[in-house]
Antibody, heavy 124, light 110 residues
């Protein structure tokens, strides 16, 4: 069974940093791209960024509003991905989901499994 | 404002058919990128409902169907049931913005 379990959320003050983890199981983690998606309370889904597999040089891509502040990494031997968030702002308050990405030549690319999410609150 | 436009809400009575639209542009859906639909039940994480415009993952009832034409896509639900009450999001890829979502549609079963 595919599982993604996020952890590391909590309450931080504006300007501080926080590192989220995403522990994966039930599939070949090293071969999968992992994305982070966030959702502010009562709002819609917002794509944060992505890290590809080693075969794709661990390439990362970020949403414009987060580029330079957020960094995604992974440790394949631990089946874990990370989201390092620096210079946090109140508007970064959201539930953060890690998501498995599937890319298929016939059906395109999509997110097939989501974690349960971890809440990050940025407030003074 | 989301890159993909969805109606904020739709409603229907049990047994009825509803559709949810997702309108994009020539930078995303219109370019040929596939559209996905996700269902988010209250208090839970989103779940993949439709992928590659029309495909259902294993376990998703055939009451749910997707379609795409030009710069738009639609999700149809037939035989509406109380447990279908949820938020629904479309998603695609944009040549400038990478992965994008619609603003979400709240489905109310009357």
């Amino acid at each position: 069974e595919v599982q993604l379990v996020e952890s590391g959320g909590g309450l931080v003050q504006p300007g501080e940093s926080l590192k989220l983890s995403c522990a994966a199981s039930g599939f070949t983690f090293s071969g999968s791209a992992i994305h982070w998606v966030r959702q502010a309370s009562g709002k819609g889904l917002e794509w944060v960024g992505r890290i590809r597999s080693e075969a794709n040089t661990y390439a990362t891509t970020y949403a414009a509003s987060m580029k330079g502040r957020f960094t995604i990494s992974r440790y394949d031997s631990k089946n874990t991905a990370y989201l390092q968030m620096n210079s946090l702002k109140t508007e970064d308050t959201a539930v953060y989901y890690c998501v498995r990405h599937v890319s298929d030549t016939l059906t395109g690319s999509y997110f097939d499994y989501w974690g349960q999410g971890t809440l990050v609150t940025v407030s003074s | 404002q989301s890159v993909l436009t969805q109606p904020p809400s739709v409603s229907g009575a049990p047994g009825q058919r509803i559709t949810i639209s997702c309108t994009g542009t020539s930078s995303n859906i219109g370019t040929g990128y596939v559209v996905q639909w996700y269902q988010q039940l209250p208090g839970t994480a989103p779940k993949l409902l439709i992928y590659g415009n029309i495909n259902r993952p294993s376990g998703v009832p055939d009451r749910f169907s997707g379609s795409k034409s030009g710069t738009s896509a639609s999700l149809a639900i037939t035989g509406l049931q109380a447990e279908d009450e949820a938020d629904y999001y479309c998603q695609s890829y944009d040549t400038s913005l990478n992965w994008v979502f619609g603003g979400g549609t709240k489905l109310t079963v009357l």
